[in-house]
């Protein structure tokens, strides 16, 4: 959520920022709606103090003898007012709350206007691999060397599912632990989180209201208040790590906090897939590394660019062909205040596909999750900083790297990074 002083001393500058990310910033409603409050609010407490005076004065009229049977009719109708005004103000609170839940983040400054043709490629790693055989298309390798079983995988859960079978299966446990221990060295602590959370959850990431459509959602449960009654399945582990520290205030000395969680992603991926995005592109459900910063404003660019050297880092050390992206406005998502994409080199695809977002929310998510850090010299409270990188997902990453690594034989190198984690194996046949 974004500052709402900012929005009441500088709303024609908001207005123009959220105008590159593709926003148009409804002022006037939100002016009615917050003067609407802030005057109901005065009402409402200049009756409480009326009759916390009259209340206390009544006892003495009494003892003077004095009838204040209209006194305390007039006392009644002060609290019948308080009660109407409370619940209209609990009505507008909600319908402002609503609308400021609505506003995306505001984009960085230096980040180009617009969406996805105004990208920017910053850096390219490594070459396109150069064939002098007919490759093949990664659904053809994993199903020629038994690595993916995609007909069971439908048949087990429908469209958009696959089954890792043997050395399928093997590989994909090895890009996870290479990951895992990239990041365990840097110092991250490690998290598995439920995979089941609650609305609160997706809320405070900023993924809800908006995107509740693109969850896959379970039937209300007898535990918990309203919607957090009904529970969904984690979409990615940044919905859970951002909650962590909701509704509480950390010491400065605790930050900056590096967490890291594997848990598979559960995607409705609503519409049709287009034709060169069959196999593991986009599926349902799929493996990935989060990884997750909270820190103080001042140390939020360097967190930044070390979740984005990090996710780098793990591609570079596979070997593949890769390229870093900075995102225009429009094309980070409501959340986040900026965000880089690592893109991996599919060669069926003729292009780049992306296998981690580092994006940084700044104090947009603590806003909502209501999460703050104490100065330990001043004793005062600021909003955390939230950032978020995938380190890495593995369903691009797996086909990048059959494609890429395929040789004329049939056979498929894998990287020497993943050999320990396949038993000093050297090729997938």
């Given at each position: 959520?974004?500052?709402?002083?900012l929005?009441?001393e500088?709303?024609e500058?908001?207005?123009k920022?959220?105008?590159?990310?593709?926003?148009?910033?409804?002022?006037?409603?939100?002016?009615r709606?917050d003067?609407?409050?802030r005057?109901?609010?005065?009402?409402?407490?200049e009756?409480k103090a009326l009759?916390?005076?009259?209340?206390a004065?009544?006892p003495?009229?009494?003892r003077q003898?004095?009838d204040?049977?209209?006194?305390?009719?007039k006392?009644?109708e002060?609290g019948?007012?308080i009660?109407?005004?409370?619940a209209?103000?609990?009505?507008?609170?909600?319908?402002?709350e609503?609308?400021?839940?609505?506003?995306?983040?505001l984009?960085?400054?230096?980040?180009?206007?617009?969406?996805?043709?105004?990208?920017?490629?910053i850096?390219?790693?490594?070459t396109?691999?150069?064939?002098?055989?007919?490759?093949?298309?990664h659904?053809?390798?994993a199903?020629?060397?038994?690595?993916?079983d995609?007909?069971r995988?439908?048949?087990?859960a429908?469209?958009?599912?696959?089954v890792?079978?043997?050395?399928?299966a093997?590989?994909?446990?090895?890009l996870?632990?290479?990951f895992v221990?990239?990041?365990?060295?840097?110092g991250?602590?490690?998290i598995?989180p439920?995979?089941?959370l609650?609305?609160r959850?997706g809320y405070?990431?900023g993924?809800?209201?908006?995107?509740?459509?693109?969850?896959?959602?379970?039937?209300?449960s007898?535990?918990?208040e309203g919607?957090d009654?009904?529970s969904?399945?984690l979409?990615?582990a940044?919905?859970a790590l951002v909650?962590?520290?909701?509704?509480e205030?950390?010491d400065e000395?605790?930050?900056?906090k590096k967490?890291f969680?594997?848990?598979?992603?559960?995607r409705?991926?609503a519409?049709s897939?287009r034709?060169?995005?069959?196999?593991?592109?986009?599926?349902h459900?799929?493996?990935k590394?989060e990884?997750f910063?909270y820190c103080?404003?001042?140390d939020?660019?360097?967190?930044?660019?070390e979740l984005?050297?990090?996710?780098?880092s793990?591609?570079?050390g596979?070997?593949?062909?890769?390229?870093?992206?900075?995102?225009a406005?429009?094309?980070?998502s409501a959340s986040?205040?900026?965000?880089?994409?690592?893109?991996?080199?599919?060669p069926s695809?003729?292009?780049f596909k992306?296998?981690s977002s580092?994006?940084n929310?700044?104090?947009?998510?603590?806003?909502?999750g209501?999460?703050?850090?104490r100065?330990?010299e001043?004793g005062?409270?600021e909003?955390?900083?939230?950032?978020?990188?995938?380190?890495?997902?593995?369903?691009?990453?797996f086909?990048?790297?059959?494609e890429?690594?395929?040789e004329?034989?049939?056979?498929?190198?894998?990287?020497?990074v993943?050999r320990?984690?396949m038993?000093?194996?050297?090729?997938l046949?």
């Amino acid at each position: 959520m974004i500052d709402v002083q900012l929005l009441r001393e500088a709303p024609e500058a908001i207005q123009k920022s959220l105008a590159n990310k593709g926003y148009k910033l409804d002022i006037e409603t939100f002016k009615r709606l917050d003067d609407q409050r802030r005057g109901l609010i005065q009402q409402v407490e200049e009756l409480k103090a009326l009759r916390n005076r009259v209340s206390a004065e009544i006892p003495q009229l009494k003892r003077q003898g004095e009838d204040v049977t209209a006194t305390l009719e007039k006392m009644r109708e002060v609290g019948d007012q308080i009660k109407s005004l409370d619940a209209e103000l609990a009505s507008v609170s909600d319908e402002r709350e609503r609308f400021l839940a609505s506003i995306p983040n505001l984009p960085d400054e230096d980040l180009a206007p617009g969406g996805k043709e105004n990208n920017e490629v910053i850096a390219v790693y490594g070459t396109a691999p150069h064939f002098d055989f007919e490759p093949l298309h990664h659904v053809d390798l994993a199903e020629r060397l038994h690595l993916i079983d995609y007909t069971r995988g439908a048949k087990l859960a429908g469209s958009g599912h696959w089954v890792y079978t043997g050395d399928g299966a093997r590989l994909e446990w090895a890009l996870l632990n290479y990951f895992v221990d990239t990041h365990l060295r840097d110092g991250y602590q490690m998290i598995l989180p439920p995979h089941l959370l609650n609305y609160r959850s997706g809320y405070t990431a900023g993924q809800f209201p908006k995107f509740e459509d693109d969850v896959f959602w379970l039937e209300a449960s007898e535990t918990g208040e309203g919607r957090d009654r009904q529970s969904f399945l984690l979409p990615t582990a940044e919905t859970a790590l951002v909650n962590l520290y909701r509704d509480e205030i950390l010491d400065e000395s605790e930050l900056p906090k590096k967490f890291f969680a594997f848990t598979p992603c559960y995607r409705r991926e609503a519409g049709s897939y287009r034709a060169d995005e069959r196999g593991m592109i986009r599926g349902h459900q799929f493996n990935k590394i989060e990884l997750f910063q909270y820190c103080r404003p001042e140390d939020s660019d360097a967190a930044f660019e070390e979740l984005v050297n990090k996710a780098a880092s793990l591609v570079e050390g596979l070997g593949l062909h890769f390229q870093l992206v900075k995102l225009a406005a429009e094309d980070c998502s409501a959340s986040m205040a900026r965000t880089s994409d690592i893109e991996i080199f599919i060669p069926s695809m003729g292009g780049f596909k992306e296998v981690s977002s580092a994006s940084n929310a700044r104090a947009y998510q603590a806003r909502r999750g209501n999460m703050k850090f104490r100065r330990a010299e001043s004793g005062k409270t600021e909003y955390l900083h939230t950032l978020n990188a995938s380190g890495l997902a593995t369903s691009r990453v797996f086909p990048a790297l059959l494609e890429q690594c395929q040789e004329a034989d049939g056979r498929v190198r894998i990287p020497e990074v993943l050999r320990p984690y396949m038993g000093g194996q050297t090729h997938l046949a």
